[in-house]
């Protein structure tokens, strides 16, 4: 099994920025994959971003340019920095972790996720 724990939530400002984290431990493997979820009040939830342990990347088109995922691997943590936040970015982050080649932004793909983190962007 694999274990992830996101954290770096909070309230930050439109416009400001945060950077989360993902802590994985467990059965990791060589050839996986980590991506980037958020589910809004009253949404459904959505991919966000997603990074390879090949370090390939993946984006949704409305947070290209403003975010970063990257891969620490010496410290078993993924990390999405968010930089000019908007209020609709608000909602609970998690982070889930699938084996295998390629990047996906379906949550189907995933096969373990961890507790996610609120992030809330006033306006």
């Known amino acids: 099994d694999v274990q992830l724990q996101a954290s770096g939530g909070g309230l930050v400002q439109s416009g400001g920025s945060l950077r989360l984290s993902c802590v994985v431990s467990?059965?990791?493997?060589?050839?996986?994959?980590i991506g980037w979820f958020r589910q809004a009040p009253g949404k459904e939830r959505e991919g966000v971003s997603c990074i390879h342990s090949n370090f390939s990347t993946l984006y949704r088109d409305s947070v290209k340019g403003r975010f970063t995922v990257s891969n620490d691997k010496a410290k078993n943590t993924v990390y999405l920095q968010m930089n000019r936040v908007e209020p609709e970015g608000t909602g609970v982050y998690s982070c889930?972790?699938?084996w295998g080649y390629g990047v996906s932004l379906i949550q189907s793909a995933y096969d373990f996720w961890g507790q996610g983190t609120l992030v809330t962007v006033s306006s």
């Open positions: 467990g059965n990791i493997f060589d050839d996986y994959a």
């Open positions: 889930a972790w699938r």
